[in-house]
């Protein structure tokens, strides 16, 4: 499974309960699962049973609070991705802006910005073929 990047999850798919339900499957599975950019907001909408997200202790990246200065648009934003994902026990590292950085922890794998597209997708391409 694959979501990409982009404000859209930020939006949507960090409060919506069936895109939680797949990506904690997903995670369940043992099947690769990618998150690149803004997606792992996404991961935000994931609780246990206990309430915790299965992603707690998962190491992570996606885009930065600095990156999202550099493009004008933290002061505008309710929320900052990079904050909020770790309020779930996430362990979020991350290279310079704007460069290609990608974070492989077990089936997770994520990709800081859009220059992190391709290298997210070289790491995948091991896996799957």
């Not at 190491?59 to 609070?65: D, L, V």
């Not at 990608?102 to 391409?125: F, I, K, M």
Request: aromatic share 8%; charged share 20%; hydrophobic share 40%.
């Amino acid at each position: 499974m694959y979501y990409p990047g982009g404000h859209g999850p930020m939006e949507d798919l960090a409060f919506d309960a069936d895109s939680g339900k797949l990506l904690v499957d997903a995670l369940a599975s043992g099947k690769p699962l990618a998150v690149v950019c803004h997606a792992p907001a996404a991961l935000l909408a994931t609780r246990d049973a206990d309430g915790t997200s299965p992603f707690a202790g998962y190491r992570i990246t996606g885009f930065t609070n600095d990156e999202e200065e550099a493009v004008g648009l933290a002061s505008k934003a309710k929320w900052l991705m990079e904050d909020e994902v770790k309020k779930l026990g996430v362990e979020f590292s991350c290279g310079p802006i704007w460069q290609p950085y990608t974070v492989v922890d077990r089936n997770l794998y994520t990709g800081q910005n859009p220059a992190s597209a391709g290298p997210l997708a070289q790491e995948l391409l091991k896996v799957l073929t």
